[in-house]
């Protein structure tokens, strides 16, 4: 059984509280007790009584203090408050903490023994009933502001993100871009299945989805191909001899005839295919964007989908980054890993990384090889994109090249440049692609600030009439400026 605690720490919203217990001549009699006067303020004051209570100088010491406690660490503000408020000799003294983790640390930094368990829990549930009560100078209205207060800097910390590195929106992306490959193979195939009725060679010509999805909108009925469809057909293909074919074939087709209201079913399913697909690319610009901004190095390594993968597996950059190498290596191929390892076979040698072009060129004795020495470089541009203050595809541009560099050696045995001379050229040229960086964004800014200005109209300036934007002022300023110039050069001539 532990021992019972001399003293109680207890955190606050408000400040630290520093609670001393009765001693028990038997132990086994604290708990009972202490469970039984827990409602009862009378009792349990009888039990514990406040010793020293310090309260926070202001929201940001208390969100601070909050801060460190959540992650473990004993803030300066604590390790003072207990240095002045805890006898001078410790080597008895037991303190009763709820967190063992901070326990450890405040032992290790205070000299104090420490107790998490035992009647510890059941005292600091009874103080934080009646800490109202035992804390009586506080008014009660100003502790739930503060507890409220706090709670919302707290989480506004925690679900704070950077717009630029954000990497749940590339988790969410992927996730949509697996669905939508997968939906439009389906709807693409059903569209397949319903229009051969009609004309069946089409599928023999056009094997590419999109383009028979498009065509097969545009002919609807085979034996009302005219003009203004044959040069629909050309803009769609641009191939002279491709549109012949499928001219040709829809007037020698042994399809079946389908009614108008047939053809309007399928032209409309098609069309809205064929905006599913439309869709599907502008979401593949965008997660390459976000990769681009999220994880740079990682992208220049084994490209956007393959690196968007591997984080949405993870969970997050911060997890991919956190991982070894031997994990990014199988991640993807859990189930395959676990029956290896249940049959006593031999484990898988890639997982998602298989998507990655360097294990397609890689013969077959060197696909495991590949694997590992890239899922090693996959660590190192993860943890360059995840810890970088200001990430550049620099150092993903030099890992690619190394992997390149090791495929040649298992193929030719040419043997590589070192992996130490070619970090060291890495960072000079990282140093000055970041130094390049800020000046392209503010470049891009401009561009920007300029095409909002061209395309500002009367009605924008109006709904803004407060004057809130700073924009609108400085544009209005322009103007006459521009005016003026105008008619002194009018003037001198």
């Known amino acids: 059984m532990s021992e019972a605690p001399h003293y109680v720490l207890f955190e606050h919203a408000v400040g630290y509280g520093l609670l001393k217990v009765k001693e028990f001549e038997d132990i086994g009699e604290a708990l009972p007790e202490v469970e039984k006067s827990v ?277 997050s950059l911060t997890n991919l980054a956190k991982f070894p190498a031997s994990t990014i290596q199988i991640l993807g191929a859990e189930k395959a890993l676990f029956r290896a390892l249940k049959t006593r076979s031999n484990t898988p040698k890639y997982g998602l990384l298989f998507h990655s072009s360097f294990i397609g060129r890689a013969s077959t004795k060197n696909k495991g090889r590949i694997s590992r020495f890239l899922a090693n470089k996959c660590s190192m541009a993860s943890r360059l994109d995840c810890f970088s203050d200001v990430p550049v595809a620099t150092f993903g541009d030099f890992l690619k090249q190394q992997v390149e560099d090791r495929l040649k050696y298992y193929e030719t045995g040419t043997v590589p440049e070192k992996n130490l001379e070619v970090m060291k050229k890495a960072i000079v040229e990282a140093e000055n692609d970041k130094i390049e960086q800020p000046k392209k964004v503010r470049k891009e800014a401009k561009k920007a600030l300029k095409r909002a200005k061209v395309g500002s109209t009367p009605s924008v300036v109006a709904a803004n009439g407060n004057g809130h934007a700073a924009e609108e002022p400085m544009e209005v300023d322009e103007t006459p400026k521009k005016k003026s110039k105008k008619n002194k050069v009018a003037i001198e001539a």
């Open 39 to 315: 409602t009862d303020f009378q009792r349990f004051n009888a039990i514990v009584k406040l010793h020293a209570f310090e309260p926070f100088k202001n929201t940001e010491a208390a969100l601070d203090n909050c801060n460190a406690i959540s992650e473990s660490i004993i803030h300066e503000d604590l390790a003072n408050f207990l240095e002045a408020n805890l006898p001078k000799k410790r080597k008895k003294v037991i303190l009763g903490v709820t967190n063992p983790t901070l326990g450890g640390a405040i032992a290790e930094s205070v000299g104090v023994k420490v107790t998490a368990s035992g009647v510890t829990p059941e005292i600091i549930r009874g103080v934080r009933v009646h800490f109202e009560a035992l804390v009586k100078d506080l008014p009660h209205h100003s502790l739930s502001k503060a507890q409220l207060s706090l709670g919302h800097s707290y989480s506004r910390g925690k679900v704070k993100f950077d717009v630029h590195r954000v990497d749940n929106m590339v988790i969410q992306a992927i996730a949509l871009l697996d669905q939508l490959d997968k939906d439009i193979n389906l709807f693409g195939m059903r569209i397949r299945e319903w229009y051969a009725y009609h004309y069946p060679e089409l599928t023999k010509i056009l094997p590419e989805q999109y383009k028979y999805i498009k065509c097969a909108s545009i002919i609807k009925n085979r034996l009302d191909l005219d003009d203004e469809r044959i040069a629909a057909l050309q803009e769609i293909l641009e191939d002279e001899d491709l549109v012949a074919k499928v001219v040709e074939g829809a007037r020698t087709s042994m399809g079946m005839e389908i009614s108008e209201l047939d053809l309007q079913n399928i032209d409309r399913f098609s069309q809205r295919v064929a905006s599913l697909t439309e869709y599907r690319n502008r979401l593949h610009d965008y997660i390459t964007n976000r990769m681009n901004s999220c994880a740079p190095s990682l992208t220049a390594l084994v490209g956007e989908q393959v690196g968007a993968r591997l984080i949405s597996h993870a969970g």
